[in-house]
């Protein structure tokens, strides 16, 4: 499920829909912000225990 900046997602790890860059929230009060690395928007929820590989 993606998310947006500013919304309140839960806590959990996040990952960027454009650049891959991974987001902590660590309270479900927290606001989801830009992706640090290219301030891009949209960024989508990844499940515990999930291993993600990127292949280039």
Same mark, same amino acid.
């Given at each position: 499920?993606? @998310?947006?900046? +500013?919304?309140?997602? +839960?806590? +959990?790890? @996040?990952?960027? #829909?454009?650049? +891959?860059?991974? /987001?902590?929230? %660590? %309270?479900?009060? %927290?606001? &989801?912000?830009?992706?640090?690395?290219?301030? #891009?928007? &949209? &960024?989508?929820? /990844?499940?515990?225990?999930?291993?993600?590989?990127? @292949?280039?």
């Amino acid at each position: 499920m993606a @998310y947006s900046t +500013g919304e309140k997602p +839960g806590n +959990g790890t @996040y990952i960027c #829909k454009v650049c +891959g860059q991974k /987001v902590v929230l %660590d %309270d479900n009060t %927290d606001t &989801l912000p830009p992706c640090p690395k290219c301030k #891009k928007t &949209l &960024l989508h929820w /990844v499940p515990p225990c999930t291993v993600v590989f990127f @292949y280039h």
